[in-house]
């Protein structure tokens, strides 16, 4: 696995040389090794590379996001073959029990609450929110029926970023989440596709025209991660900057805890998903492992 995350903002063009990324500036041509790579964002409309260069990505599993004029990320390359037991899994992946599958949804909302009131409590938000997220959290049923959820969800977003936020408007804050969760939900699609298992079958997420429901169900105990950066960062902002954009690309390098160990993001979201398909086989509970919300820097 890569650790290195290049972000393309200018109109280059990239291509394979020998087993390494080339990148044709006006100032000379820069060059990296592809087995380095994690991430490459391209997020320039008139950027171009060749397709060499995408067969040898798609080769080394790198996470390939491309933007649009607007910025967002629209596109993710992945590939076709990203295991060598890719058939065997998707077998096991298609007859996942609902069982087992509500089992894990109620962990995935219990996680990703519980984060919630980790970045609450970090930003010194008021207690009451706080000891109703807490409740919230204490009484999720199996696969969250009474969905706590977004009971959940919608005090916590009011409590970051006032009574007037709405999600999905077109506003600053919302193009920070949604840029910054595209960027997670790209890297963690990757990983998937990288064990052999399809992104399109999820636990919980069931959308006919998503191609990522598992990549969805997965990403809601890392969407605090973006959250508080955006809370620390684009409250007070008007625009949305491209040094925000590459600080949200940024946080895929950080390090997280999990299990009592301090990992890479990368690596955090490796074993995330490596204690989910525990449970899936094992069936105990306590197999669930889910990293905390606190990134820190990578040298730490």
Same mark, same amino acid.
């Given at each position: 696995?890569?650790?290195?995350?290049?972000?393309?903002?200018?109109?280059?063009?990239?291509?394979?040389?020998?087993?390494?990324?080339?990148?044709?500036?006006?100032?000379?041509?820069?060059?990296?090794?592809?087995?380095?790579?994690?991430?490459?964002?391209?997020?320039?409309?008139?950027?171009?590379?060749?397709?060499?260069?995408?067969?040898?990505?798609?080769?080394?599993?790198?996470?390939?996001?491309?933007?649009?004029?607007?910025?967002?990320?629209?596109?993710?390359?992945?590939?076709?073959?990203?295991?060598?037991?890719?058939?065997? =899994?998707?077998?096991?992946?298609?007859?996942?029990?609902?069982?087992?599958?509500?089992?894990?949804?109620?962990?995935?909302?219990?996680?990703?609450?519980? =984060?919630?009131?980790?970045?609450?409590?970090?930003?010194?938000?008021?207690?009451?929110?706080?000891?109703?997220?807490?409740?919230?959290?204490?009484?999720?049923?199996?696969?969250?029926?009474? =969905?706590?959820?977004?009971?959940?969800?919608?005090?916590?977003?009011?409590?970051?970023?006032?009574?007037?936020?709405?999600?999905?408007?077109?506003?600053?804050?919302?193009?920070?989440?949604?840029?910054?969760?595209?960027?997670?939900?790209?890297?963690?699609?990757?990983?998937?596709?990288?064990?052999?298992?399809?992104?399109?079958?999820?636990?919980?997420?069931?959308?006919?025209?998503?191609?990522?429901?598992?990549?969805?169900?997965?990403?809601?105990?890392?969407?605090?991660?973006?959250?508080?950066?955006?809370?620390?960062?684009?409250?007070?902002?008007?625009?949305?900057?491209?040094?925000?954009?590459?600080?949200?690309?940024?946080?895929?390098?950080?390090?997280?805890?999990?299990?009592?160990?301090?990992?890479?993001?990368?690596?955090?979201?490796?074993?995330?998903?490596?204690?989910?398909?525990?449970?899936?086989?094992?069936?105990?509970?306590?197999?669930?492992?889910?990293?905390?919300?606190?990134?820190?820097?990578?040298?730490?």
């Amino acid at each position: 696995m890569g650790f290195r995350v290049l972000y393309i903002e200018n109109q280059y063009h990239l291509q394979l040389y020998l087993d390494n990324l080339k990148v044709e500036t006006p100032q000379g041509d820069i060059q990296f090794s592809i087995s380095d790579i994690q991430i490459l964002v391209i997020d320039h409309y008139r950027s171009t590379l060749t397709v060499p260069l995408v067969n040898k990505l798609t080769e080394n599993n790198v996470c390939v996001i491309i933007c649009g004029i607007d910025h967002l990320p629209k596109s993710y390359i992945l590939p076709m073959n990203g295991h060598f037991a890719q058939s065997g =899994n998707i077998m096991k992946q298609i007859t996942w029990s609902n069982e087992i599958k509500q089992i894990l949804h109620q962990q995935i909302v219990k996680a990703k609450i519980f =984060n919630q009131i980790e970045i609450l409590k970090t930003n010194q938000c008021k207690y009451e929110v706080i000891k109703k997220l807490y409740e919230f959290y204490d009484t999720v049923d199996l696969g969250d029926a009474t =969905n706590r959820e977004g009971l959940a969800a919608k005090m916590y977003f009011r409590e970051m970023f006032g009574n007037d936020f709405i999600r999905f408007e077109d506003d600053v804050i919302n193009a920070g989440l949604n840029y910054g969760y595209s960027i997670f939900r790209s890297l963690i699609s990757s990983i998937i596709v990288g064990k052999g298992y399809l992104p399109n079958l999820g636990i919980f997420h069931k959308g006919k025209t998503n191609m990522f429901n598992l990549s969805d169900d997965i990403i809601e105990v890392f969407r605090p991660i973006v959250d508080k950066y955006v809370y620390d960062n684009l409250k007070e902002e008007l625009l949305f900057k491209s040094k925000h954009r590459e600080e949200l690309i940024q946080l895929t390098v950080k390090k997280i805890e999990i299990d009592g160990k301090l990992q890479t993001v990368p690596n955090a979201v490796n074993e995330y998903v490596e204690s989910i398909l525990k449970v899936i086989e094992t069936g105990k509970i306590t197999d669930f492992k889910f990293p905390s919300p606190h990134v820190v820097d990578y040298d730490l």
